[in-house]
């Protein structure tokens, strides 16, 4: 499953994809697609699951190099565990956003992946983190990545408003998913959404059939 660049260096699998996560009163939705490439443009799976839990209410959705994104969330996973132990309470979702910067910035001449993590803690309520492949923290009420984002910045930017209720959101998340899915060719299969709220966690799985249709054909 591994690729070789021009340099001749193993390179893991890239997964062309579209991820994003958006914050409503009292939680977050956190989506991606399901399809997963080899040097971006052979696909290699329509199936993969993309939103990583790495704490009870705190998930992560991965772009890059899956190989590399899986080391990260493995690695940030295991530290959560340890930190939520050592502090007798789950960890704040800022923490995990920070531990997988850290091991982004730590790691970022020999890995290639970027990753959204969002969740909900009792300090802060519902977050949005943007962690860059270069290691690059930003909190924000929504954010988009993955090579399926460029083809939707300008409808998140038009639809996007502050205060949105959960149903909204979870509309304007399976409308930008769909809306990047049939335009990038490396984004595609199912969307796969969570809603992180104090309640807990919903998996929401959207068939291929099931999406939005725009611009019928």
Known sequence: MDRFSLEGHVKGVSTGTTILAVKFAGGVIIGSDSRASMGGSYVSSKVINKLVQVHDRIYCCMSGSLADAQAITRAAKFQLAFHSIQMEEPPLVKAAA??????CYKHKEELSAGFITAGWDRKRGAQVYSVSM????VSQPFTIGGSGSTYIYGYVDAKYKPGMTRDE??????NALTLAMGRDNVSGGVAHLAVISEKGVEHIVIPGDKLPKFNDK
């Open 134 to 137: 270069g290691g690059m923290l």
């Open 98 to 103: 920070s531990i997988m910067q850290e091991l």
């Open 169 to 174: 959101c979870q509309t304007f998340a399976t």
